[in-house]
C-alpha cells in the first residue's frame, strides 16, 4: 500500500518560511519521481516542483524559482519543499504526490502522478 503523509503547514507573514516535509511507505519503486502540488480556493491544481528521488534532479515552476528548494533524504524515505520569501499568493493547500516518472512529469503535470497525500495547508499574510 502506497502511502504519503504530508506536514509542515502553517501561517506565517509575507517574507517568512516554512519547510513542508513529506513521508512515504509502501512499494518504493512507486516514488522515484515525487512533486509538491498546491490548489487555492477556486483555482486548479498547480505544480509547485518535483525531484527525481534516485539523482535528486528538481524542476520548479516559475512561480518559485529561487525562493523554493525540493529536496529528499532517501534514507527517511521523505522528501522536503524549504518555502522562503513567502508571498500571500503562496497560499493554498499543498500536496505531496509520488508516482513511477511517467511521461511529462518533469513538466509538473497532476495526472502524471497517481499517488497522494492528504495535504497541508499553508497560509500567507500580508
Known amino acids: 500500500q502506497v502511502q504519503l503523509v504530508e506536514s509542515g503547514g502553517g501561517s506565517v507573514q509575507a517574507g517568512g518560511s516554512l519547510r513542508l516535509s513529506c513521508a512515504f511507505f509502501?512499494?518504493?519503486?512507486?516514488?522515484?519521481?515525487m512533486g509538491w502540488f498546491r490548489q487555492a480556493p477556486g483555482k486548479e491544481r498547480e505544480g509547485v516542483a518535483a525531484?527525481?528521488?534516485?539523482?535528486?534532479?528538481?524542476y520548479y515552476a516559475d512561480s518559485v524559482k529561487g525562493r523554493f528548494t525540493i529536496s529528499r533524504d532517501n534514507a527517511k524515505n521523505t522528501v522536503y519543499l524549504q518555502m522562503n520569501s513567502l508571498k500571500p499568493e503562496d497560499t493554498a493547500m499543498y500536496y505531496c504526490?509520488?508516482?513511477?516518472?511517467?511521461?511529462?512529469?518533469?513538466?509538473?503535470?497532476?495526472?502524471?502522478?497517481?499517488?497522494w497525500g492528504q495535504g497541508t495547508q499553508v497560509t500567507v499574510s500580508s
Open positions: 504526490a509520488a508516482d513511477g516518472c511517467r511521461s511529462g512529469w518533469s513538466k509538473l503535470l497532476p495526472d502524471r502522478f497517481g499517488y
Open positions: 509502501g512499494y518504493t519503486y512507486s516514488y522515484d519521481c
Open positions: 525531484i527525481h528521488t534516485p539523482s535528486g534532479d528538481p
